[in-house]
T-cell receptor, first 113, second 113 residues
């Protein structure tokens, strides 16, 4: 069965430091992968997506993610974190039928000054 | 371009009642999906509609139902409400089918007393 694992429930990073959020997926074919961010009381905002091609994808707000098929991973990175990046981050994979997203449990990012 | 609009933002109901939530997709988007978000279960897929037809349904009881209108607006209904139905209900729209990014609304927060 398809699944997404985000091993880190909560991460704290100092402002200006780099960030990497981990995501591992279980999927039989070429996955369609997404990262979303959710601020308190808000819906999900799409940060970036991977469908095919270049394994390093750029997103909004300075985020990028790298698809590594050999490790079944799609980790999200940002070189310098801003206080406004504090939020919950979700990794998702499109299910095999292409009809729904399967989400990880999310990683809460706190930014310290 | 206006985003996905969900109404109402907040609802309080009691056990046994029924509720209807509304979602207006981004203009031109024809696919609408619904998700339930709870602290314990995370984000779970409810169903997807395209061209007024339900294309896929998640693992939820029959008390959860939905429909889509000719203008792509969608409603979901939950009957005989239970305490466990307390959640954030998110609607997402995409231009068409299969692996296109979904854009989410801010959700309806449903509380069951």
């Amino acid at each position: 069965a398809q699944s997404v694992t985000q091993p880190d429930i909560h991460i704290t990073v100092s402002e200006g430091a780099s960030l990497e959020l981990r995501c591992n997926y279980s999927y039989g074919a070429t996955p369609y992968l997404f990262w979303y961010v959710q601020s308190p009381g808000q819906g999900l905002q799409l940060l970036l997506k991977y469908f095919s091609g270049d394994t390093l994808v750029q997103g909004i707000k300075g985020f990028e993610a790298e698809f590594k098929r050999s490790q079944s991973s799609f980790n999200l990175r940002k070189p310098s974190v801003h206080w406004s990046d504090a939020a919950e981050y979700f990794c998702a994979v499109r299910n095999q039928a292409g009809t729904a997203l399967i989400f990880g449990k999310g990683t809460t990012l706190s930014v310290s000054s | 371009k206006a985003g996905v609009t969900q109404t109402p933002r907040y609802l309080i109901k009691t056990r046994g009642q029924q509720v209807t939530l509304s979602c207006s997709p981004i203009s031109g988007h024809r696919s609408v999906s619904w998700y339930q978000q709870t602290p314990g279960q995370g984000l779970q897929f409810l169903f997807e509609y395209f061209s007024e037809t339900q294309r896929n349904k998640g693992n939820f009881p029959g008390r959860f139902s939905g429909r889509q209108f000719s203008n792509s607006r969608s409603e979901m209904n939950v009957s005989t409400l239970e305490l466990g139905d307390s959640a954030l209900y998110l609607c997402a729209s995409s231009p068409g089918l299969n692996n296109q990014p979904q854009h989410f609304g801010d959700g309806t927060r449903l509380s069951i007393l």
